[in-house]
């Protein structure tokens, strides 16, 4: 069974300081990777996903992840972190399933953003 | 475009009454998750709809939940009688076709049973 880790469930950062959130994943295949936003109030919002190619992907909000199947992680990354990035952070793989795609998320990461 | 909508987006009842949840998928998207995530855990899997037939079931937890998508549009999901364990964010979340890898979520609906 897929399974999707991150470690680190409450992550603390200064504005203008650069960020990593970490995901490791569990899947015997090459999965379809994705990393989503929660903000207060708001639903899932997709930050950017990994089919195949280039391994690193780049996303929304001047957010990238790369993937590294060596590793089995695929750690999302921004160089310089905004006020209004402060939101909660899901990882998630999908694998096929009966024709159709079968997400698992992690148990996501909170970001707070101080001044 | 309209997004996927979700209503309410609170519900706070007493243990052993019945609630609804409502989500309204894209326009268009024939695939209809629901999906839930007790707090401080993960984002779990409920189940499945293609148009009205459920695909896949296997996340909901017993029969005191049952999901409808009337006329393959929207879709409810009804717990009854409610328990505390019940208590949570219900995300719903909606794909166009069977290849459809990228879910659109809705704002989620905040389920309190006291």
């Known amino acids: 069974a897929q399974s999707v880790t991150q470690p680190d469930i409450h992550i603390t950062v200064s504005e203008g300081a650069s960020l990593e959130l970490r995901c490791n994943y569990s899947?015997?295949?090459?999965?379809?990777l994705f990393w989503y936003v929660q903000s207060p109030g708001q639903g899932l919002q997709l930050l950017l996903k990994?089919?195949?190619?280039?391994?690193l992907v780049q996303g929304i909000k001047g957010f990238e992840a790369e993937f590294k199947r060596s590793q089995s992680s695929f750690n999302l990354r921004k160089p310089s972190v905004h006020w209004s990035d402060a939101a909660e952070y899901f990882c998630?793989?999908?694998?096929?399933?009966?024709?159709?795609?079968?997400?698992?998320f992690g148990t996501g990461t909170k970001l707070q953003v101080i001044p | 475009e309209a997004g996927v909508t979700q209503f309410p987006s609170h519900s706070v009842i007493e243990k052993g009454q019945t609630v609804t949840l409502r989500c309204d998928p894209i326009?268009?998207?024939?695939?209809l998750y629901w999906y839930r995530r007790v707090m401080g855990k993960e984002i779990k899997f409920l189940l499945h709809?293609?148009?009205?037939?459920?695909?896949?079931e296997s996340g909901m937890p017993n029969n005191r939940f049952l999901a409808e998508r009337t006329g393959g549009t929207y879709s409810t999901l009804k717990v009854q009688p409610a328990e505390l364990e019940d208590s949570g964010v219900y995300f719903c979340?909606?794909?166009?076709?069977?290849?459809?890898?990228?879910?659109?979520f809705g704002p989620g609906t905040r389920l309190t049973v006291t």
């Open positions: 979340a909606s794909s166009q076709g069977a290849r459809s890898v990228v879910q659109y």
């Open positions: 899947y015997g295949a090459t999965p379809y």
């Open positions: 990994y089919f195949s190619g280039d391994t």
């Open positions: 998630a793989v999908a694998r096929n399933s009966g024709g159709y795609q079968k997400v698992t």
């Open positions: 326009s268009g998207h024939d695939n």
């Open positions: 709809f293609v148009k009205e037939s459920k695909q896949d």
